[in-house]
Protein backbone atom coordinates (compact mmCIF):
# COMPACT_ATOMS: atom_id res chain seq x y z
CA UNK A 1 0.00 0.00 0.00
CA UNK A 2 1.60 3.33 -1.16
CA UNK A 3 -0.27 5.99 1.47
CA UNK A 4 -0.69 9.09 -0.96
CA UNK A 5 -0.13 12.63 0.17
CA UNK A 6 -2.59 14.93 -1.64
CA UNK A 7 -0.88 18.38 -2.32
CA UNK A 8 -2.44 20.15 -4.72
CA UNK A 9 -3.41 23.16 -4.40
CA UNK A 10 -1.47 24.18 -1.66
CA UNK A 11 1.11 26.99 -1.51
CA UNK A 12 4.96 27.25 -0.33
CA UNK A 13 6.06 25.48 2.07
CA UNK A 14 2.83 23.32 2.68
CA UNK A 15 3.30 20.32 0.35
CA UNK A 16 6.82 20.02 1.85
CA UNK A 17 5.36 20.24 5.21
CA UNK A 18 3.78 17.42 4.85
CA UNK A 19 5.94 15.21 3.18
CA UNK A 20 8.55 15.65 5.84
CA UNK A 21 5.85 14.98 8.52
CA UNK A 22 4.77 11.62 6.71
CA UNK A 23 8.48 11.12 6.52
CA UNK A 24 9.31 11.27 10.62
CA UNK A 25 6.26 8.94 10.73
CA UNK A 26 7.36 6.49 8.51
CA UNK A 27 10.68 6.00 8.12
CA UNK A 28 10.89 3.66 4.82
CA UNK A 29 8.71 2.33 2.22
CA UNK A 30 7.24 4.22 -0.31
CA UNK A 31 5.46 7.34 -0.46
CA UNK A 32 2.92 8.69 -3.55
CA UNK A 33 2.45 12.65 -3.54
CA UNK A 34 0.53 15.04 -5.95
CA UNK A 35 1.11 18.31 -6.20
CA UNK A 36 -0.23 20.46 -9.24
CA UNK A 37 2.80 22.87 -9.95
CA UNK A 38 6.53 22.76 -11.07
CA UNK A 39 7.71 24.52 -7.94
CA UNK A 40 5.95 21.82 -5.47
CA UNK A 41 7.18 19.38 -7.61
CA UNK A 42 11.06 20.65 -7.40
CA UNK A 43 10.55 21.28 -3.58
CA UNK A 44 9.11 18.26 -3.02
CA UNK A 45 11.81 16.22 -4.58
CA UNK A 46 14.49 18.27 -3.36
CA UNK A 47 13.28 17.67 0.28
CA UNK A 48 12.82 13.97 -0.14
CA UNK A 49 16.51 13.79 -1.31
CA UNK A 50 17.91 16.00 1.76
CA UNK A 51 16.32 13.66 3.92
CA UNK A 52 18.22 10.11 1.87
CA UNK A 53 14.43 9.28 -0.19
CA UNK A 54 15.15 8.09 -3.97
CA UNK A 55 12.63 9.57 -5.98
CA UNK A 56 11.57 6.68 -7.82
CA UNK A 57 9.62 8.76 -10.82
CA UNK A 58 7.41 11.57 -11.73
CA UNK A 59 4.43 11.65 -14.06
CA UNK A 60 2.44 14.46 -15.06
CA UNK A 61 -0.96 13.84 -15.44
CA UNK A 62 -4.26 16.54 -16.56
CA UNK A 63 -3.80 18.06 -12.70
CA UNK A 64 -0.11 18.26 -11.96
CA UNK A 65 2.47 15.38 -11.18
CA UNK A 66 2.61 12.27 -9.23
CA UNK A 67 5.96 11.91 -7.41
CA UNK A 68 6.24 8.59 -5.75
CA UNK A 69 9.39 8.39 -3.40
CA UNK A 70 11.37 5.33 -2.13
CA UNK A 71 13.34 4.39 1.00
CA UNK A 72 14.49 0.89 1.77
CA UNK B 1 8.51 16.45 -21.78
CA UNK B 2 11.12 19.23 -21.18
CA UNK B 3 14.35 19.68 -20.35
CA UNK B 4 15.19 19.54 -16.58
CA UNK B 5 15.12 23.14 -15.86
CA UNK B 6 18.73 24.26 -14.94
CA UNK B 7 17.92 27.45 -13.61
CA UNK B 8 16.01 25.32 -10.03
CA UNK B 9 19.13 23.80 -9.66
CA UNK B 10 21.44 24.97 -6.92
CA UNK B 11 23.68 26.75 -9.11
CA UNK B 12 20.75 28.10 -11.46
CA UNK B 13 19.42 30.03 -8.65
CA UNK B 14 22.85 31.07 -7.63
CA UNK B 15 22.98 32.54 -11.13
CA UNK B 16 20.10 34.15 -11.16
CA UNK B 17 20.54 35.78 -7.78
CA UNK B 18 24.02 37.33 -9.38
CA UNK B 19 22.36 38.08 -12.76
CA UNK B 20 19.54 40.44 -10.69
CA UNK B 21 22.17 42.00 -8.64
CA UNK B 22 24.01 43.28 -11.28
CA UNK B 23 21.05 44.46 -13.66
CA UNK B 24 19.87 45.91 -10.55
CA UNK B 25 23.07 47.82 -9.88
CA UNK B 26 22.93 48.90 -13.30
CA UNK B 27 18.91 50.01 -13.48
CA UNK B 28 20.24 52.92 -10.46
CA UNK B 29 23.31 53.59 -13.00
CA UNK B 30 21.12 54.22 -15.87
CA UNK B 31 18.42 56.34 -13.83
CA UNK B 32 16.91 54.61 -10.75
CA UNK B 33 16.90 55.89 -7.36
CA UNK B 34 20.39 55.70 -5.08
CA UNK B 35 20.14 51.35 -3.80
CA UNK B 36 16.74 50.93 -5.72
CA UNK B 37 17.65 49.58 -8.67
CA UNK B 38 15.38 47.33 -8.45
CA UNK B 39 12.64 47.43 -5.81
CA UNK B 40 9.16 45.67 -5.63
CA UNK B 41 7.31 48.06 -2.59
CA UNK B 42 8.81 50.91 -4.25
CA UNK B 43 7.90 50.32 -7.76
CA UNK B 44 4.37 49.06 -6.98
CA UNK B 45 4.02 52.20 -4.99
CA UNK B 46 5.32 54.83 -7.32
CA UNK B 47 2.71 52.88 -10.21
CA UNK B 48 -0.25 53.75 -7.70
CA UNK B 49 0.99 57.39 -7.45
CA UNK B 50 1.09 57.23 -11.01
CA UNK B 51 -2.53 55.76 -11.05
CA UNK B 52 -3.67 58.33 -9.33
CA UNK B 53 -4.34 56.13 -6.43
CA UNK B 54 -2.29 58.28 -4.16
CA UNK B 55 -1.26 61.70 -4.86
CA UNK B 56 2.12 61.94 -2.88
CA UNK B 57 3.89 63.78 -5.64
CA UNK B 58 7.82 62.52 -5.27
CA UNK B 59 6.65 58.83 -5.82
CA UNK B 60 4.50 58.90 -9.33
CA UNK B 61 6.14 57.00 -12.04
CA UNK B 62 4.21 53.87 -13.91
CA UNK B 63 7.73 51.77 -13.19
CA UNK B 64 8.02 49.76 -16.34
CA UNK B 65 9.96 46.83 -14.65
CA UNK B 66 6.71 45.66 -12.58
CA UNK B 67 4.54 45.06 -15.60
CA UNK B 68 7.53 43.59 -17.33
CA UNK B 69 8.39 41.12 -14.38
CA UNK B 70 4.73 39.84 -14.48
CA UNK B 71 4.89 39.63 -18.43
CA UNK B 72 8.40 37.57 -18.20
CA UNK B 73 7.14 35.39 -16.01
CA UNK B 74 3.81 34.82 -18.08
CA UNK B 75 6.14 34.20 -21.20
CA UNK B 76 8.58 31.94 -19.33
CA UNK B 77 5.68 30.07 -17.72
CA UNK B 78 4.16 29.31 -21.66
CA UNK B 79 7.37 28.62 -22.85
CA UNK B 80 8.07 25.56 -20.60
CA UNK B 81 4.65 24.98 -20.03
CA UNK B 82 4.20 25.60 -16.51
CA UNK B 83 1.38 28.56 -17.21
CA UNK B 84 -1.49 27.16 -14.47
CA UNK B 85 -4.32 29.00 -13.67
CA UNK B 86 -5.09 28.75 -10.32
CA UNK B 87 -6.97 30.61 -8.05
CA UNK B 88 -9.29 30.30 -5.08
CA UNK B 89 -7.40 29.88 -1.63
CA UNK B 90 -8.46 32.80 0.54
CA UNK B 91 -8.28 35.95 -1.48
CA UNK B 92 -9.20 38.84 1.24
CA UNK B 93 -6.86 37.24 3.51
CA UNK B 94 -4.60 37.54 0.77
CA UNK B 95 -5.32 40.96 -0.25
CA UNK B 96 -5.15 42.02 3.35
CA UNK B 97 -1.51 40.91 3.84
CA UNK B 98 -0.93 42.08 0.78
CA UNK B 99 -1.81 45.64 1.90
CA UNK B 100 -0.41 45.61 5.82
CA UNK B 101 3.23 43.72 3.87
CA UNK B 102 3.23 47.61 1.63
CA UNK B 103 2.74 49.05 5.00
CA UNK B 104 5.72 47.65 6.70
CA UNK B 105 7.71 47.50 3.79
CA UNK B 106 6.79 51.35 3.26
CA UNK B 107 8.04 51.67 7.47
CA UNK B 108 10.82 50.47 6.04
CA UNK B 109 11.27 51.59 2.73
CA UNK B 110 11.57 48.92 0.55
CA UNK B 111 10.68 45.21 0.00
CA UNK B 112 13.29 42.27 1.10
CA UNK B 113 14.79 42.59 -2.62
CA UNK B 114 15.72 46.59 -2.03
CA UNK B 115 16.82 45.77 1.80
CA UNK B 116 19.05 43.65 -0.03
CA UNK B 117 20.55 46.36 -2.44
CA UNK B 118 20.20 49.10 -0.01
CA UNK B 119 23.22 46.46 2.43
CA UNK B 120 24.80 46.10 -1.14
CA UNK B 121 25.11 49.50 -1.64
CA UNK B 122 26.66 50.30 1.82
CA UNK B 123 23.73 51.41 3.66
CA UNK B 124 23.73 49.45 6.95
CA UNK B 125 19.88 50.58 8.35
CA UNK B 126 19.60 48.07 6.34
CA UNK B 127 20.93 45.77 9.05
CA UNK B 128 18.25 46.08 10.90
CA UNK B 129 15.53 46.07 8.13
CA UNK B 130 16.59 42.11 7.19
CA UNK B 131 16.83 41.50 10.88
CA UNK B 132 13.16 42.19 11.45
CA UNK B 133 12.45 40.37 8.09
CA UNK B 134 14.26 37.56 9.19
CA UNK B 135 12.04 37.71 12.82
CA UNK B 136 8.32 38.24 10.89
CA UNK B 137 9.76 34.86 8.70
CA UNK B 138 10.33 33.39 11.78
CA UNK B 139 6.83 34.28 13.47
CA UNK B 140 5.48 33.09 10.69
CA UNK B 141 7.14 29.74 10.36
CA UNK B 142 5.54 29.29 14.07
CA UNK B 143 2.12 29.26 12.25
CA UNK B 144 2.84 27.09 9.20
CA UNK B 145 4.00 24.24 12.07
CA UNK B 146 1.24 25.00 13.62
CA UNK B 147 -1.10 24.05 10.78
CA UNK B 148 -1.37 27.13 9.89
CA UNK B 149 -2.85 27.26 5.95
CA UNK B 150 -5.03 29.37 3.36
CA UNK B 151 -6.19 26.33 1.92
CA UNK B 152 -6.01 25.30 -1.61
CA UNK B 153 -6.80 26.32 -4.90
CA UNK B 154 -8.31 25.36 -7.65
CA UNK B 155 -7.55 24.80 -11.24
CA UNK B 156 -9.12 27.95 -12.76
CA UNK B 157 -9.74 29.38 -16.71
CA UNK B 158 -7.04 30.21 -19.30
CA UNK B 159 -9.13 33.44 -19.01
CA UNK B 160 -8.69 34.16 -15.07
CA UNK B 161 -5.12 33.16 -15.53
CA UNK B 162 -4.61 35.60 -18.20
CA UNK B 163 -6.04 38.50 -16.53
CA UNK B 164 -3.04 39.91 -14.70
CA UNK B 165 -0.70 40.02 -17.68
CA UNK B 166 -3.37 41.84 -19.78
CA UNK B 167 -3.87 43.89 -16.88
CA UNK B 168 0.31 44.24 -17.29
CA UNK B 169 0.27 44.80 -21.12
CA UNK B 170 -2.37 47.75 -20.36
CA UNK B 171 -0.47 49.25 -18.04
CA UNK B 172 2.57 49.40 -20.26
CA UNK B 173 0.21 50.55 -23.35
CA UNK B 174 -0.67 53.53 -20.94
CA UNK B 175 2.69 54.16 -20.62
CA UNK B 176 2.96 54.81 -24.46
CA UNK B 177 -0.18 56.41 -25.02
CA UNK B 178 0.28 58.85 -22.53
CA UNK B 179 3.85 59.38 -22.08
CA UNK B 180 6.21 61.50 -19.86
CA UNK B 181 6.15 65.21 -20.88
CA UNK B 182 9.31 67.15 -19.43
CA UNK B 183 8.30 68.77 -16.67
CA UNK B 184 5.17 68.22 -16.78
CA UNK B 185 3.09 66.24 -13.49
CA UNK B 186 0.76 64.82 -16.03
CA UNK B 187 0.09 62.96 -18.80
CA UNK B 188 -3.54 61.84 -19.92
CA UNK B 189 -4.69 59.76 -16.88
CA UNK B 190 -1.20 59.17 -15.96
CA UNK B 191 0.87 61.18 -13.03
CA UNK B 192 4.28 61.61 -13.39
CA UNK B 193 6.82 62.77 -10.44
CA UNK B 194 9.21 65.96 -11.74
CA UNK B 195 10.80 65.71 -8.57
CA UNK B 196 11.89 63.13 -5.85
CA UNK B 197 12.77 59.70 -6.30
CA UNK B 198 9.42 59.07 -8.65
CA UNK B 199 11.39 61.44 -10.85
CA UNK B 200 14.27 59.18 -11.38
CA UNK B 201 14.37 56.38 -13.97
CA UNK B 202 16.18 54.45 -16.31
CA UNK B 203 15.04 54.35 -20.15
CA UNK B 204 11.56 53.26 -19.96
CA UNK B 205 12.33 50.38 -22.85
CA UNK B 206 15.69 49.68 -20.49
CA UNK B 207 13.58 49.19 -17.84
CA UNK B 208 11.38 46.88 -19.25
CA UNK B 209 13.54 44.73 -20.94
CA UNK B 210 15.43 44.24 -17.80
CA UNK B 211 11.82 43.63 -16.17
CA UNK B 212 10.89 40.79 -18.62
CA UNK B 213 14.78 39.11 -18.62
CA UNK B 214 14.15 39.26 -14.54
CA UNK B 215 10.78 38.16 -15.05
CA UNK B 216 12.08 35.18 -16.72
CA UNK B 217 14.79 33.89 -14.62
CA UNK B 218 13.07 34.36 -11.67
CA UNK B 219 10.24 32.79 -12.74
CA UNK B 220 12.40 29.52 -13.90
CA UNK B 221 14.84 30.14 -10.97
CA UNK B 222 11.55 30.27 -8.44
CA UNK B 223 13.82 32.91 -6.69
CA UNK B 224 12.17 34.09 -3.43
CA UNK B 225 13.93 36.12 -0.37
CA UNK B 226 11.41 35.26 2.12
CA UNK B 227 11.75 31.93 0.75
CA UNK B 228 15.37 31.80 1.11
CA UNK B 229 14.78 32.79 5.02
CA UNK B 230 11.68 30.57 5.79
CA UNK B 231 13.07 27.19 3.93
CA UNK B 232 16.43 28.00 6.48
CA UNK B 233 14.39 28.04 9.24
CA UNK B 234 11.66 25.54 8.45
CA UNK B 235 13.93 22.65 6.88
CA UNK B 236 17.75 23.83 7.01
CA UNK B 237 18.26 24.39 3.72
CA UNK B 238 19.78 26.53 1.81
CA UNK B 239 18.82 26.21 -1.54
CA UNK B 240 17.10 29.81 -2.34
CA UNK B 241 19.48 31.13 0.25
CA UNK B 242 22.67 30.78 -2.50
CA UNK B 243 20.21 32.94 -4.58
CA UNK B 244 20.14 35.80 -1.92
CA UNK B 245 23.67 35.88 -1.08
CA UNK B 246 24.61 35.97 -4.68
CA UNK B 247 21.92 39.23 -5.44
CA UNK B 248 24.10 40.79 -2.57
CA UNK B 249 27.20 39.55 -3.25
CA UNK B 250 26.99 40.46 -7.42
CA UNK B 251 25.17 43.58 -6.60
CA UNK B 252 27.91 45.10 -4.28
CA UNK B 253 30.46 43.98 -6.76
CA UNK B 254 28.80 46.16 -9.53
CA UNK B 255 28.29 49.28 -7.16
CA UNK B 256 31.64 49.00 -6.40
CA UNK B 257 32.40 49.05 -10.13
CA UNK B 258 30.56 51.84 -10.76
CA UNK B 259 30.65 54.09 -8.09
CA UNK B 260 27.57 53.06 -6.06
CA UNK B 261 28.93 51.78 -2.94
CA UNK B 262 28.79 54.13 0.10
CA UNK B 263 29.06 52.80 3.88
CA UNK B 264 27.35 53.94 6.46
CA UNK B 265 24.41 54.80 8.25
CA UNK B 266 23.70 58.54 7.67
CA UNK B 267 22.69 60.34 4.54
CA UNK B 268 21.40 57.19 2.57
CA UNK B 269 19.63 57.35 -0.15
CA UNK B 270 15.38 57.16 0.52
CA UNK B 271 16.34 55.69 4.19
CA UNK B 272 15.68 56.67 7.58
CA UNK B 273 17.94 55.77 10.55
CA UNK B 274 15.27 55.25 13.18
CA UNK B 275 16.30 51.86 13.99
CA UNK B 276 13.36 50.31 15.78
CA UNK B 277 11.15 51.49 12.94
CA UNK B 278 13.06 49.86 10.33
CA UNK B 279 12.54 46.13 12.20
CA UNK B 280 9.51 46.49 13.13
CA UNK B 281 8.64 47.75 9.51
CA UNK B 282 10.03 44.71 8.16
CA UNK B 283 8.84 42.52 10.33
CA UNK B 284 5.27 43.32 9.82
CA UNK B 285 6.25 42.86 6.28
CA UNK B 286 7.93 39.61 6.62
CA UNK B 287 5.12 38.18 8.78
CA UNK B 288 3.11 39.06 5.75
CA UNK B 289 5.18 37.47 2.85
CA UNK B 290 5.45 34.51 5.23
CA UNK B 291 1.97 34.23 5.60
CA UNK B 292 1.09 34.47 2.09
CA UNK B 293 4.28 32.35 0.78
CA UNK B 294 5.95 34.34 -1.06
CA UNK B 295 8.46 37.74 -1.42
CA UNK B 296 6.38 40.47 -3.30
CA UNK B 297 8.86 39.72 -6.67
CA UNK B 298 7.45 36.17 -6.10
CA UNK B 299 4.36 37.07 -5.78
CA UNK B 300 4.42 39.11 -9.65
CA UNK B 301 6.20 36.08 -11.16
CA UNK B 302 3.35 33.42 -9.49
CA UNK B 303 1.01 36.23 -10.83
CA UNK B 304 2.15 35.66 -14.67
CA UNK B 305 2.28 32.04 -14.31
CA UNK B 306 -1.95 32.15 -13.77
CA UNK B 307 -2.01 32.46 -10.12
CA UNK B 308 -4.73 34.33 -9.30
CA UNK B 309 -4.43 34.31 -5.63
CA UNK B 310 -0.83 35.76 -5.94
CA UNK B 311 -2.45 38.22 -8.21
CA UNK B 312 -4.81 39.50 -5.02
CA UNK B 313 -2.14 40.02 -3.28
CA UNK B 314 -0.35 41.78 -5.61
CA UNK B 315 -3.42 44.16 -6.23
CA UNK B 316 -3.38 44.19 -2.01
CA UNK B 317 -0.25 45.82 -2.28
CA UNK B 318 -0.88 48.45 -4.34
CA UNK B 319 -3.66 49.47 -2.29
CA UNK B 320 -1.77 49.25 0.87
CA UNK B 321 0.41 51.87 -1.03
CA UNK B 322 -2.16 53.93 -2.00
CA UNK B 323 -3.56 53.56 1.86
CA UNK B 324 0.01 54.07 3.49
CA UNK B 325 1.08 57.77 1.33
CA UNK B 326 -2.75 58.70 1.81
CA UNK B 327 -2.69 58.10 5.62
CA UNK B 328 0.12 58.86 6.11
CA UNK B 329 2.02 56.14 7.21
CA UNK B 330 5.22 56.09 5.32
CA UNK B 331 8.27 56.83 5.87
CA UNK B 332 10.77 59.84 4.48
CA UNK B 333 13.63 60.16 4.56
CA UNK B 334 13.15 62.22 8.16
CA UNK B 335 11.68 59.10 9.81
CA UNK B 336 8.56 57.46 10.21
CA UNK B 337 5.14 59.03 8.99
CA UNK B 338 2.64 60.49 11.31
CA UNK B 339 0.76 57.50 11.79
CA UNK B 340 3.58 55.10 10.44
CA UNK B 341 3.74 53.30 14.37
CA UNK B 342 0.26 52.82 14.72
CA UNK B 343 -0.13 51.52 11.35
CA UNK B 344 2.76 48.98 12.00
CA UNK B 345 0.92 47.82 15.25
CA UNK B 346 -2.48 47.47 13.52
CA UNK B 347 -1.02 44.93 11.10
CA UNK B 348 1.44 43.27 13.64
CA UNK B 349 -2.49 42.38 15.39
CA UNK B 350 -4.20 41.51 11.98
CA UNK B 351 -1.68 38.97 10.63
CA UNK B 352 -0.83 37.13 13.92
CA UNK B 353 -4.89 37.31 14.05
CA UNK B 354 -4.67 35.34 10.58
CA UNK B 355 -1.95 33.06 11.40
CA UNK B 356 -4.09 31.88 14.34
CA UNK B 357 -7.44 31.73 13.07
CA UNK B 358 -6.25 29.76 9.55
CA UNK B 359 -5.51 26.71 10.83
CA UNK B 360 -5.78 23.35 8.67
CA UNK B 361 -9.12 22.04 8.78
CA UNK B 362 -9.23 18.37 6.84
CA UNK B 363 -7.69 19.42 3.79
Known amino acids: ?72 | MRMNNVLATRWGVIGAGAVIGVLAALLQKLGNPGNMGICVACFERDIAGALGLHRADVVQYLRPEIPGFVLGAFLAALLFREFRPRAGSAPIVRFILGAFAMIGALVFLGCPWRAMLRLAGGDLNAVLGIAGLVFGVWVGTLFLKNGYTLGRAQAASKTAGVIMPLMALGSLLLMFIYPQIQEEGISGVLFYSTKGPGSMHAPLLVSLATGLVVGGIAQQSRFCTMGALRDLILFGQTHLLGGVIALVLSASLANLVFGQFSPGFIGQPVAHSMHFWNFAGMALAGLAFSLAGGCPGRQLFLSGEGDGDAAVFVIGMVSGAAFAHNFGLASSPSGIGPLGATAVGIGLVVCLLIGWGMRARGI
Do not use: F, H
Not at chain 1, 27 to 56: F, H
Open chain 1, 1 to 72: MNPTIDARGLSCPQPVILVMGRIREQRKGVIEILVDTDTAKENVSRAARSKGWEVDRIERDRTGYRIVIRKE
